[in-house]
């Protein structure tokens, strides 16, 4: 059966690898972005089984990002996990939890993001 | 020969350096550096220290946002007021390529591309993805130039494509947004990498080309680099502090003597690294003074330390790793799973 394929969109490299690698290692290919506009210019040339995505991002941030691609219905589909250090800490911001769920996202984890979370989170999409 | 594929190149022009040199009092990096800039809610965006290489490759190096050099450089807590020992370079930028893969034919494509460029490198850092780059402003262009003819970036195809739309893009202004304070910092996790060698060695200008030379030797000898720093030394001298593993001690050596005859290059052996990265770690201040302050506290000796994006790397000696990571996982706070 074919490895499932999470594109992975974060503006910290550091984060990218972090994350990439705990997904790796249980068995997922996994793509990188670098920001909002990579990570959508990588989904216009392959489709991923799931998207985990960075809300505070340079070029388009991930609120935006999300948002687009759940009013397109080619992409609609397409499971987001939203990211971000912000939500839980400050309760009134520019980027809150509520944001993230108007955004219609369909999973929303805290960072810094454990590794069995983030895996547990990504295989509920799949069973 | 086939360019190597990289992620990206991000460029942050707007920096200063302050560098202070022989700093090698034990256990004072938080007394001197961190503590008063953290005082003062100083985010360091690039730190750089190195202790082990005795005193003429000892010093530390930060980058902040190019408004504060002058009261950054103030700040330092010059051990006897020896202001000599301090300098301030205001017009740098840092470059960063990025994922290395610990990668030592990318390492050495970066040094080569330097050395080619013919620029004063002002420093240099790691972090577990990405390679940074200290530069005066007026050399990026060239620089950025022969990182083009080494590797290939996704989004531009050329040095001069690069040049044309990066300043176009739309970047982060610096605007802050949200910021939080934590009480206990909170982290992805702690981790280590033993059986390691601490590397040392002063480089002259016209040598660099033949550092990335050696680096690529390395790199067919299947070996990776976990941890690389350097900071302006005596003269025009920038000293180098890097990890490789313990087993490759001698190749390393030879190599080395090879390529950088007459260099004085010093080894300390049965070293650790250890590898600390959190969320906005390169946005906010403070970070670095706390993993700095524990690890003094808990009497640990930094080697050599690199604070560069989202992470901070420290080498230390191997004997002190248990004490240092228990030390660490009781000052911040490290995520649990969800049941």
Not at chain 2, 169 to 191: C, F, N
Request: net charge negative.
């Amino acid at each position: 059966m074919a490895r499932r394929y999470v594109l992975v969109v974060d503006d910290d490299p550091d984060l990218v690898e972090t994350v990439a690698l705990m997904l790796e290692s249980k068995g997922y290919e996994v793509g990188k972005a670098y920001d909002g506009v990579e990570g959508e210019e990588s989904i216009k040339r392959r489709r991923p089984d799931l998207l985990v995505l960075d809300v505070m991002m340079p070029r388009k941030h991930g609120y935006k990002l999300c948002a687009e691609l759940k009013a397109n219905k080619a992409t609609r589909d397409i499971p987001v996990i939203l990211l971000t250090a912000v939500g839980d800490a400050v309760p009134s911001t520019t980027y809150t939890h509520a944001d993230g769920k108007a955004t219609e996202a369909d999973e929303y984890i805290p960072k810094p993001v454990d590794a069995k979370t983030l895996v547990q989170t990504v295989e509920s999409f799949f069973t | 020969m086939a360019k190597i594929r990289l992620g990206g190149l991000k460029l942050w022009d707007g920096a200063a350096q302050v560098v202070l040199s022989s700093a090698c009092e034990t256990h004072r990096l938080a007394e001197i550096v961190s503590g008063p800039l953290a005082a003062e809610k100083i985010n360091i965006a690039l730190l750089t220290h190195v202790a082990a290489g005795g005193e003429s490759l000892c010093g530390t190096a930060l980058c902040v946002t190019r408004a504060l050099g002058a009261s950054c450089s103030s700040l330092l807590r010059v051990p006897g007021g020896e202001l000599d020992r301090l300098r301030l370079q205001p017009d740098v930028s840092t470059v960063s390529i990025f994922p290395h893969d610990q990668r030592l034919e990318i390492f050495g494509g970066v040094l080569l591309a330097m050395a080619e460029a013919g620029v004063e490198v002002r420093g240099l850092a790691t972090s577990p993805s990405t390679i940074v780059s200290v530069l005066p402003d007026r050399a990026v262009s060239r620089v950025v130039d022969r990182l083009f003819g080494c590797f290939a970036f996704p989004d531009f195809d050329t040095a001069a494509d690069w040049q044309g739309r990066w300043r176009r893009l739309e970047r982060p202004s610096g605007e802050i947004v949200a910021s939080y304070e934590e009480k206990v910092i909170r982290i992805y996790g702690v981790v280590e990498e033993a059986d390691l060698d601490l590397w040392s060695l002063l480089v002259l200008p016209p040598s660099l080309g033949e550092l990335g030379a050696a680096m690529a030797m390395f790199a067919r000898f299947g070996l990776k680099l976990p941890f690389l720093v350097a900071l302006p030394g005596p003269g025009e001298g920038l000293i180098f502090a890097f990890c490789m593993a313990t087993v490759a001690g001698e190749e390393v050596e030879r190599v080395l003597a090879a390529h950088l005859p007459g260099s004085s290059v010093r080894r300390r052996s049965r070293v650790g690294a250890l590898f600390l990265h959190g969320p906005h770690f390169g946005d906010r201040y403070g970070i670095a003074n706390a993993l700095i302050g524990t690890l003094e506290q808990s009497d640990t000796e930094i080697l050599a330390l690199g604070c560069a994006v989202s992470s901070i790397s420290v080498v230390i000696n191997a004997e002190d790793i248990p004490a240092a990571t228990g030390a660490l996982e009781t000052a911040f706070s490290i995520p649990r799973a969800r049941d």
